[in-house]
């Protein structure tokens, strides 16, 4: 009984884990499109 | 008289001229020989474009992409990228890194200063590519002394060691 | 009054510093057993010499300094600066020796800018570098990273209080969970898993440019490390321009961006916080000086005409400049191309960008971000002062992971900080001028030295003056542990000569 709690306790921290890895890798994508953004704005508005 | 003074001065004046409009001179000279890496990156802004010649040692990898591959030639300042057709690579047989030393090849090509083919890239597109040199293993050696050294050293070490242990027994 | 500091203060010091460098005597295995299985039996050699050599010099400075006394903050933060110094010189020995290296100043230039994540080198015919060799140059941007301290705290130093001191020495004041041991073990944790990660993805790209399965790995592994650490060596002469691949960019880009955000953000993030991604002043400082900075760049190249078609503008410019923003090094263009090609503007906006860097308690170097945003809110707090009613009490809060009152305490470290770094980027500038460099260049390769970066501009070469690679390392060294260390170390120093007994 006491070891089925415990693995499903590990389960879930690996679980969150995993879900913050891909947020975290999800976020460096968003700072890409930002960057891509900025660029694309001064090269239409100055070209 | 008075005229071939004329001449000599209008003549004169011609080759000054001349060499006032082309102020490349310099670069011209180059293109005779093989260029240096150094000189594709300085000079960018006026080779771009042309057709250059190369030669250096093939480093790294063959990266093949399917019809193409890039290479890596240096020419031990700079290592500059080669666009090239696959096949055109067939006869290297040494890539440089440690154990071996590279073939050395001489690259005919257009060079690009921000290539728009490769996302801005400085590389030369081949046209040919020749083995002039070819490469071979390096020989490895290694100090005995060293190791004579550090067998001594180890065994010093492991005495320390003991040392530590029986200073941390005190009380 | 100051107190000269007595044979037993000197003791506590020389005995940690001992085990530090016994720890890196025993990481030189891991080159060791490489450079077997690679059957490279002139590195082997190298690296049985050199390890040898670190072990016995650290086992005869724990027996010297024999005891059992625990670390009080000054003995701790003189340890973390000096073991840094200390690693520098034993781990150059395995550098010098492979021959790839003009001088033993070289080396020991080449393994601080490997210890402080800087990324500038000075190595010669790189592409004829041992594989052991050239991992043991990565590595050592992999404990850096890390902290030699959190190393040592993992493995070596059981976790007394004295222990935490030397920890916050190494420039991390940031306690992420309650106990240090546990706060080292997690900052490993995160580092192999995203190691994992990264490294099968880098790969997959490198397979996918066709390179060939052991050079796709073995380069993955080391540019992740690299890449991760925010340090900037690469296997290869040419950098990242050596592989002419698209994938292997973009996937550098994500892991630096990883690499530079606070150990403490990943935690909070790991453990089901995934709000604090954006609510964290960090992160949001990060894209308003990305931004502001980008646009000086962009607007720099697109008025010099420097690129011809955008997805060449776009790739190069935003490359450079998360490299330098999150203060790796990598780079994507060869680095006269900087001088010759960017211009004035396009190196001003890049300098800016490497002088901010990264998160606190991450593996960059430079002011950090959330102190940009700790003085911002600062300001703006005292012109709203301005303008409210004389009566009316104001209070400006900073979220990083928990929401903090700001005081003027905060501020007040900010600044210090903030005024340190800007004075050691401009030693580094005059240095850079007085050895004959423009401002520009002087400063652009100053800032990278001082912020841990490593992009270079041309100026850090094996044929520069002594002169300027010694102030480099210094900047390096003062930069990685953010003076605080060095501070208390010149305090010592300083005690030592005129203190009373």
Known sequence: ??????????????????????????????????????????WSIIK | ??????????????????????????????????????????????????????????????????????????????????????????????????KQQGDILEIKGIFNRACPEHNGELDIHADSVKIIKAGFLTPQKFSKRNLKISAILFLATAFLMLLVRWRASWK | MILRPDLDDYKVIGYYIGKLIVGIGLLMSIPLVMALAYGEMKPAVDFVFSMSLTLFAGYLLTLICYTKKDLATMHAMSVASISWVAAMFVSAVPLFLSGHYLSY?????????????????????????????????????????????????????????????????????????????????????????????????????????????????????????AAFDTGGFTPQSQNILFYHNIYLEAITVSVMLLGAMNFALHYAVWTGNKRELYKNIEILTLFITMAATLSIVSSGLVVRGVYTNAVSFVSKAFYQLISGHTGTGYCTLYS?????????????????????????????????????????????????????????????????????????????????????????????????????NSLSEASFESVSAAANVGLSCGITSPSMPALLKIVYMFQMWAGRLEFIAIFALGGMILATLKGKK
């Open chain 1, 1 to 42: 009984m006491r070891d089925k709690i415990k693995t499903k306790i590990l389960a879930k921290s690996v679980l969150k884990g995993v879900l913050g890895i891909g947020a975290e890798i999800l976020l460096t994508l968003v700072f890409i499109s930002v960057g891509v953004v900025v660029c694309l704005l001064w």
């Open chain 2, 1 to 98: 008289m008075k005229r071939l003074k004329f001449k000599i001065l209008i003549f004169l004046f011609l080759i000054f001229a001349l060499s006032l409009l082309t102020p490349n001179s310099q670069l011209m000279t180059c293109y005779a020989g093989t260029i240096s890496s150094k000189n594709l990156i300085e000079r960018a802004n006026q080779i771009d474009g042309r057709r250059v010649t190369y030669e250096g040692e093939i480093i790294g990898a063959i990266m093949d992409r399917g019809e193409y591959s890039w290479i890596n030639v240096s020419d031990s300042n700079n290592a500059i990228g080669i666009w090239c057709k696959s096949d055109m690579l067939k006869d290297i047989k040494f890539i440089g890194d440690y």
């Open chain 3, 105 to 225: 100043l070289d080396a020991c230039f080449e393994a601080m800018s490997g210890y402080a994540t800087t990324g500038l080198t000075l190595v010669t015919n790189l592409d004829h570098m041992a594989n052991s060799h050239n991992f043991w140059r990565h590595l050592m941007m992999f404990v850096g990273g890390q902290g030699i301290v959190v190393i040592a705290l993992t493995f070596l130093i059981k976790g007394t209080a004295g222990a935490f001191r030397m920890y916050v020495g190494e420039a991390r004041e940031e306690k992420i969970l309650p106990n240090v041991i546990a706060t080292a073990r997690f900052i490993w944790l995160v580092s192999i898993v995203y190691l994992i990660i990264g490294s099968v993805a880098l790969s997959i790209s490198g397979l996918i440019g066709g390179l060939k399965a052991p050079k796709a790995i073995f380069d993955a592994v080391c540019l992740f490390i």
């Open chain 3, 336 to 436: 006269r191309q900087f001088v010759n090609e960017w211009g004035q503007l396009g190196m001003l906006g890049l300098t800016l960008a490497m002088a901010i860097g990264g998160s606190v308690c991450s593996t960059t170097g430079a002011i950090k971000v959330l102190r940009i945003g700790i003085i911002y809110k600062a300001l703006r707090q005292d012109v709203k002062k301005l303008i409210i009613p004389d009566t009316a009490v104001l209070v400006q809060k900073v979220h990083n992971i928990k929401d903090i009152i700001l005081d003027d305490k905060h501020v007040r470290s900010a600044a210090i900080i903030l005024i340190s770094y800007i004075s050691l980027y401009l030693v580094g500038t005059i240095a850079g001028m007085l050895c004959g």
